[in-house]
């Protein structure tokens, strides 16, 4: 079988040690913070999956975190129990992108058009929900409560026991799982026709459909999917922090999760990880101090990578260890040469 | 002889410009056909128009594909019935490797498990055997050329749309080609765009001369290309 350099591959060893390390972590600190960053590096990672690698940009990647967030609370004040609202809670971002992307991808928008019209669908969603303040915007038992939100609903909960709530430690390891699933089910993708066709897409769209692929198809249904997994995000940072308000559409929120995927580095499943995990917990420092805005030093650091380098960080670090080790095969080779020719080797003083 | 190709009154304008101008062409089992003309009399917009990269509509007349009207299909509807199409500037995966942009393209028609020999059986014939795990986006504009050429042979078409082929190809590369093309020729009906009058002399098909959106003449290369009004239209003083 012909290995693809462009979608990687699985690295089990890896895989396994960061599933161990975030499993034992909660052995040495506390599960607030490293769950907020697992839920933020499970957002980055549904962006980091349909950018890196299908091409497709979303700058407003939000609508669809905040749309899990407010169908879980919305669902869950309703139906007493988490299992439908956790699962509803991918399934409305799902069918809100499927629609957006099929009028989008068969409509042949794309690229900063995709962008501007994403973007506009969260702010749409934003002021929207801003604007619901009032006793007749309610769904069900469930009152949105404008700028407000939708504060104190029931937690995630053993599935058909809503009063054994998971909050707390159960939560981060929810997170944990989620993240680790999501990113195998981005792996087999990857390694799958389906994730090559994407990667197809993303270098030439139009060579793609010359080869008899569906292209709107298989845009419309990455899209889907990483509604999806932003939606879950969404439902667990709802879990995590108690309230959805509709600061989850802000362009802020939006914007931040572009820089997580950009910083971390596109083209990669780890970059994107790594990039939310590492500049979320920057913000969490830098939110201690009062002298500087944050928000600047994030902007600063953002454009020191784009232009200092530009593919981010992990793809820099992967080729900086390619090369390491291309050098290392040359100089063991050269030193086998050597020793077989009988040449004594060279000594640098 | 059963039509592969044939259009009916084919009209296409871009706002007040007619670029195809009621054209009624037809194209036999197994032939070979070189479209020529001057630049902007239309030949690659008709390419365009067999090929669904432009969404027509029943106004603009009727492309039948082996008796299919595929009027309004998109392009990868047409490439399922059995198209191979290479377009003017080669159109490849520039970041994918040659094995990967050939993968791909076997992956559809071969499957998954037989992907990998239609890989290796393409690359030895077109002799890309050696660049196979380079980025297509690195090699010199004849290899991509060959590369695309590669990627629209893998899938078996029975019908091959080439436009332009031959561009910024070295002389050992336009033999290759014809070769390549004369091979695809045996098993598939071919179309090639080009206004290299050398390179379509040495196909030595029947040609269709393209001028100002519409037909012109059609015939053998040797009539065709030393008749005057060819020559007037298109050719000028280079072909005395």
């Keep these: 079988m012909i290995a693809w350099q462009s979608v990687g591959h699985m ?11 975030l499993i034992l972590l909660p052995l040495v600190t506390d599960t607030h913070t490293p769950t907020l960053l697992l839920i933020y590096a499970l957002f980055a990672l549904s962006l980091g999956m349909m950018w890196g690698y299908a091409g497709l940009l979303s700058f407003g990647h939000s609508a669809y975190f905040g749309l899990g967030a407010y169908t879980y609370a919305i669902a869950v004040i309703n139906i007493g129990e988490s299992t439908g609202p956790l699962l509803l809670s991918m399934a409305v971002p799902a069918v809100v992108a499927a629609v957006i ?49 939708i504060p104190g609903f029931l937690t995630l909960n053993v599935p058909g026991y809503p009063e054994l709530s998971l909050f707390g430690l159960p939560t981060y390891y929810i997170s944990v799982a989620a993240l680790l699933l999501c990113y195998l089910l981005c792996r087999y993708i990857l390694a799958r026709s389906f994730g090559r066709v994407m990667v197809g897409i993303r270098e030439n769209e139009a060579r793609c459909e010359l080869l008899g692929y569906n292209v709107p198809a298989c845009k419309t249904a990455i899209f889907t999917l990483s ?74 650091l953002l454009i020191v990578v784009v232009l200092g380098i530009p593919s981010g960080v992990v793809p820099a670090l992967i080729r900086v260890w390619n090369r390491y080790l291309r050098r290392k095969r040359k100089r063991e080779a050269q030193g086998a040469a050597r020793r077989r020719l009988g040449i004594p080797s060279q000594e640098h003083p | 002889m059963n039509s592969v190709v044939e259009t009916h009154e084919l009209t296409m304008r871009f706002g007040g410009v007619v670029a195809v101008n009621t054209v009624n062409f037809s194209l036999q089992e197994r032939e070979l056909r070189c479209l020529i003309g001057p630049n902007g009399a239309g030949k690659s917009t008709f390419f365009k128009c067999l090929t669904g990269q432009y969404r027509l509509s029943h106004e603009n007349g009727r492309v039948l594909i082996r008796g299919t009207d595929v009027i309004g299909w998109s392009t990868h509807e047409v490439v399922r019935l059995g198209v191979g199409v290479k377009t003017q500037v080669p159109s490849v995966m520039n970041g994918l490797t040659v094995q990967e942009n050939l993968w791909l393209s076997a992956r559809r028609i071969h499957g998954w498990t037989g992907a990998d020999g239609a890989v290796d059986e393409i690359a030895g014939e077109l002799r890309l055997t050696d660049v196979l795990r380079r980025l297509a986006g690195e090699l010199s504009h004849g290899q991509r050329q060959m590369v695309e050429i590669g990627v629209v042979l893998i899938q078996r078409p029975w019908l091959v749309l080439l436009d332009e082929p031959a561009a910024g190809m070295t002389g050992n590369e336009v033999e290759r080609l014809i ?22 002399r040495m196909l030595g098909s029947t040609v269709t001369v393209f001028h100002q959106g519409a037909i012109l003449i059609e015939g053998p290369a040797v009539t065709v290309l030393d008749d005057p009004r060819v020559r007037e239209v298109y050719i000028g003083n280079r072909a005395r």
């Design chain 1, 11 to 21: 690295r089990w060893g890896w895989f396994l040690l960061s599933a161990a390390v």
């Design chain 1, 101 to 149: 992307g099929a009028m989008m991808f068969y409509g042949r928008i794309s690229d900063v058009y995709m962008g501007v019209i994403t973007l506009v669908v969260t702010l749409i969603l934003f002021k929207f929900m801003s604007a619901t303040a009032g006793d007749a915007y309610a769904i069900g038992a469930a009152r949105l409560g404008g700028f407000n939100g």
């Design chain 1, 227 to 300: 509604a999806a997994m932003a939606g879950l995000a969404g439902c667990l940072y709802a879990n995590m922090a108690e309230i959805v308000t509709p600061a989850v559409f802000s362009l802020k929120q939006a914007a931040e999760v572009l820089i997580w995927v950009i910083v971390g580095g596109l083209g990669t499943l780890i970059g994107p990880i790594l990039g939310a995990m590492v500049l979320s917990y920057v913000k969490f420092l830098l939110g201690e101090q009062t002298l500087i805005d944050n928000s600047l030093i994030l902007g600063v």
């Design chain 2, 179 to 200: 070769a390549v093309i004369r091979r695809i020729n045996e098993s598939a009906s071919v179309i090639v765009v080009d206004h290299d009058m050398e390179f379509v």
